[in-house]
């Protein structure tokens, strides 16, 4: 392993410094452009947030191989070393489902306060599309926003982040340019998001890397970090007629469940999955090895609940 990360690195180093002409980076789609895959731009074009603190992943590392791993886009690297384990079509197009719930945790992160009390919309309550995972939260329920913030990214309720994007921005319209918006700001300029939750829309997409590079800045939040680590959450709200109503909600990480063991000498922290139809099923990780390294794994459009968590432990392995 110590001779194939040099390997890693030194390519990493060739890709920052430039040293052929034909190196690529990926810029932004037209925003009229709404297929998936993904488009090359030359190194002389790259924007300015490819800086020393961020892993960059070359053409030469983003087409590894492992019949292990069949989902359409893999990554683990190890994010205290900036060395790149595994990684395969990180820069494609890519429905994210409930992945989604990450950029609105940093939206709220960043911009909203925790203490705020957001009263339930009708919208948020009476959200119908068939499989949306719902907290059940009822038109005039109200909740505050970091009881709101652990139903998005413990159970993935999506009434939870309809309610966050009303309250944050006005309308879920509102919301998804500040999404985009901050997105950007983390340097996710591949994304492209026009609602909270992740159910589908055909303009709703990120990358492997995209989701990296927000989940990256996500892990400097130490309350993000005590909310992935729970494998349950007993949210406090009242009704509409004032009366404490109580819900509990159990994780979805199979990992902190204890349905799924990870490798010795891994401790996985915490994560976010998400499943669509069109996204199949999908989840980050943020793990530590015996040497308090962290470690950033992904996996998008697996074929089942399943394969998913069995091709994630799998990625983990490579920590040694």
Do not use: W
Request: glycine share 6%; with cysteine; net charge negative.
């Amino acid at each position: 392993m110590i001779k194939k990360n040099c390997i890693y690195i030194i390519l990493s180093l060739t890709f920052l410094t430039g040293c052929s002409n034909s190196s690529k980076v990926l810029l932004p789609y037209s925003e009229t452009d709404n297929l998936l895959g993904y488009v090359n731009y030359m190194d002389s074009e790259a924007p300015d947030f490819f800086a020393s603190d961020l892993t960059v992943i070359p053409d030469e590392l983003n087409h590894m191989a492992d019949s292990d791993i069949t989902a359409t886009s893999a990554l683990i690297l190890n994010a205290s070393d900036d060395v790149v384990l595994y990684a395969d079509n990180v820069y494609e197009r890519m429905y994210p489902a409930s992945l989604t719930k990450l950029i609105t945790a940093f939206v709220v992160l960043k911009n909203a306060d925790l203490t705020d009390t957001v009263t339930v919309s009708y919208n948020a309550s009476h959200i119908t599309e068939s499989g949306a995972k719902l907290c059940g939260f009822k038109e005039g329920d109200k909740i505050n926003m970091e009881a709101l913030l652990n139903c998005l990214l413990i159970y993935s309720g999506n009434d939870a982040g309809i309610a966050i994007a009303e309250h944050v921005g006005g309308t879920v319209e509102g919301f998804a340019k500040i999404m985009n918006e901050t997105a950007k700001s983390a340097g996710a300029i591949h994304s492209n998001f026009v609602n909270p939750h992740g159910l589908h829309d055909d303009k709703h997409y990120t990358t492997a890397y995209d989701l990296y590079l927000i989940f990256n800045k996500l892990i400097e939040y130490d309350k993000f970090l005590s909310i992935i680590n729970q494998n349950n959450y007993t949210a406090v709200y009242q009704d509409a007629s004032g009366k404490e109503q109580t819900k509990e909600f159990l994780t979805t990480n199979r990992y902190l469940k204890g349905t799924e063991e990870a490798p010795g000498g891994v401790t996985v922290i915490g994560g976010k999955t998400g499943t669509t139809r069109k996204a199949g099923n999908c989840l980050i990780l943020y793990s530590k090895d015996s040497q308090d390294k962290s470690y950033i794994s992904l996996l998008l459009q697996a074929d089942s609940g399943n394969s998913l968590f069995s091709q994630m432990t799998h990625l983990l392995e490579l920590i040694d």
